[in-house]
Antibody
Framework: QLQLQESGPGLVKPSETLSLTCTVSSGSISGTTYYWGWIRQPPGKGLEWIGI???????FYNPSLRSRVTISVHTSRKQFSLEVASVTAADTAVFYCVRGTHDVDNLDMWGQGTMVTVSS | QSVLTQPPSVSAAPGQKVTISCSGS????????VSWYQQLPGTAPKLLIY???KRPSGIPDRFSGSKSGTSATLGITGLQTGDEADYYC???????????FGGGTKLTVL
């Protein structure tokens, strides 16, 4: 059974870069059927779509975050990563890595989520 | 403000039926598939409905989805206390070239 697992620091200082990695267990991260992405949820609030990446490296980002976000894929390691630059307290959230299906855009696999707090 | 509009909350008694609406536009719901996600307290969201009305394996037929024009609806029949959760609609927006979610609806089973 394919599983996704987020990893990375739980605390980041303001103005620094938040970096998270998602490791995919079983199956392949390559191919064109699926894409891989990040969703975040500030405490007590709703879901916010951050961005996705295909195995080819093609990316799509939330326009409101595009200037600060980079998503990369490392197919040989079955990992993909997220970087958010110049973070502020408003970036404090639970971050989920997800798998989506191309053309139908359903997010059928979710990681358990990892809480990241931005604070000095 | 979310691109997709959902009611903040709905409630109904056990055994009853409830519907949750999701309103969008021609650049999202009007031309793309809608998914619904269930987020139980303290857990990650889970795919509940995909491609407007299909249910993943393991999702009971008490849950249903439909779409008309630029709006989608999630229906839940035979409500159980275990259905208390936040429900989100999601889809792709062809103008933003990004995924979008509704603001979420909190279901209370009285």
């Amino acid at each position: 059974q394919l599983q996704l697992q987020e990893s990375g620091p739980g605390l980041v200082k303001p103005s620094e870069t938040l970096s998270l990695t998602c490791t995919v267990s079983s199956g392949s991260i390559s191919g064109t059927t699926y894409y891989w992405g990040w969703i975040r949820q500030p405490p007590g609030k709703g879901l916010e779509w951050i961005g996705i990446i295909f195995a080819s490296g093609t990316t799509f980002y939330n326009p409101s975050l595009r200037s600060r976000v980079t998503i990369s894929v490392h197919t040989s390691r079955k990992q993909f990563s997220l970087e958010v630059a110049s973070v502020t307290a408003a970036d404090t959230a639970v971050f989920y890595c997800v798998r989506g299906t191309h053309d139908v855009d359903n997010l059928d696999m979710w990681g358990q989520g990892t809480m990241v707090t931005v604070s000095s | 403000q979310s691109v997709l509009t959902q009611p903040p909350s709905v409630s109904a008694a056990p055994g009853q039926k409830v519907t949750i609406s999701c309103s969008g536009s021609s650049s999202n719901i009007g031309n793309k598939y809608v998914s619904w996600y269930q987020q139980l307290p303290g857990t990650a969201p889970k795919l509940l409905i995909y491609e407007d009305y299909k249910r993943p394996s393991g999702i009971p037929d008490r849950f249903s989805g439909s779409k008309s024009g630029t709006s989608a609806t999630l229906g839940i029949t035979g409500l159980q206390t275990g259905d208390e959760a936040d429900y989100y609609c999601g889809t792709w927006d062809t103008s933003l070239l990004a995924g979008v979610f509704g603001g979420g609806t909190k279901l209370t089973v009285l």
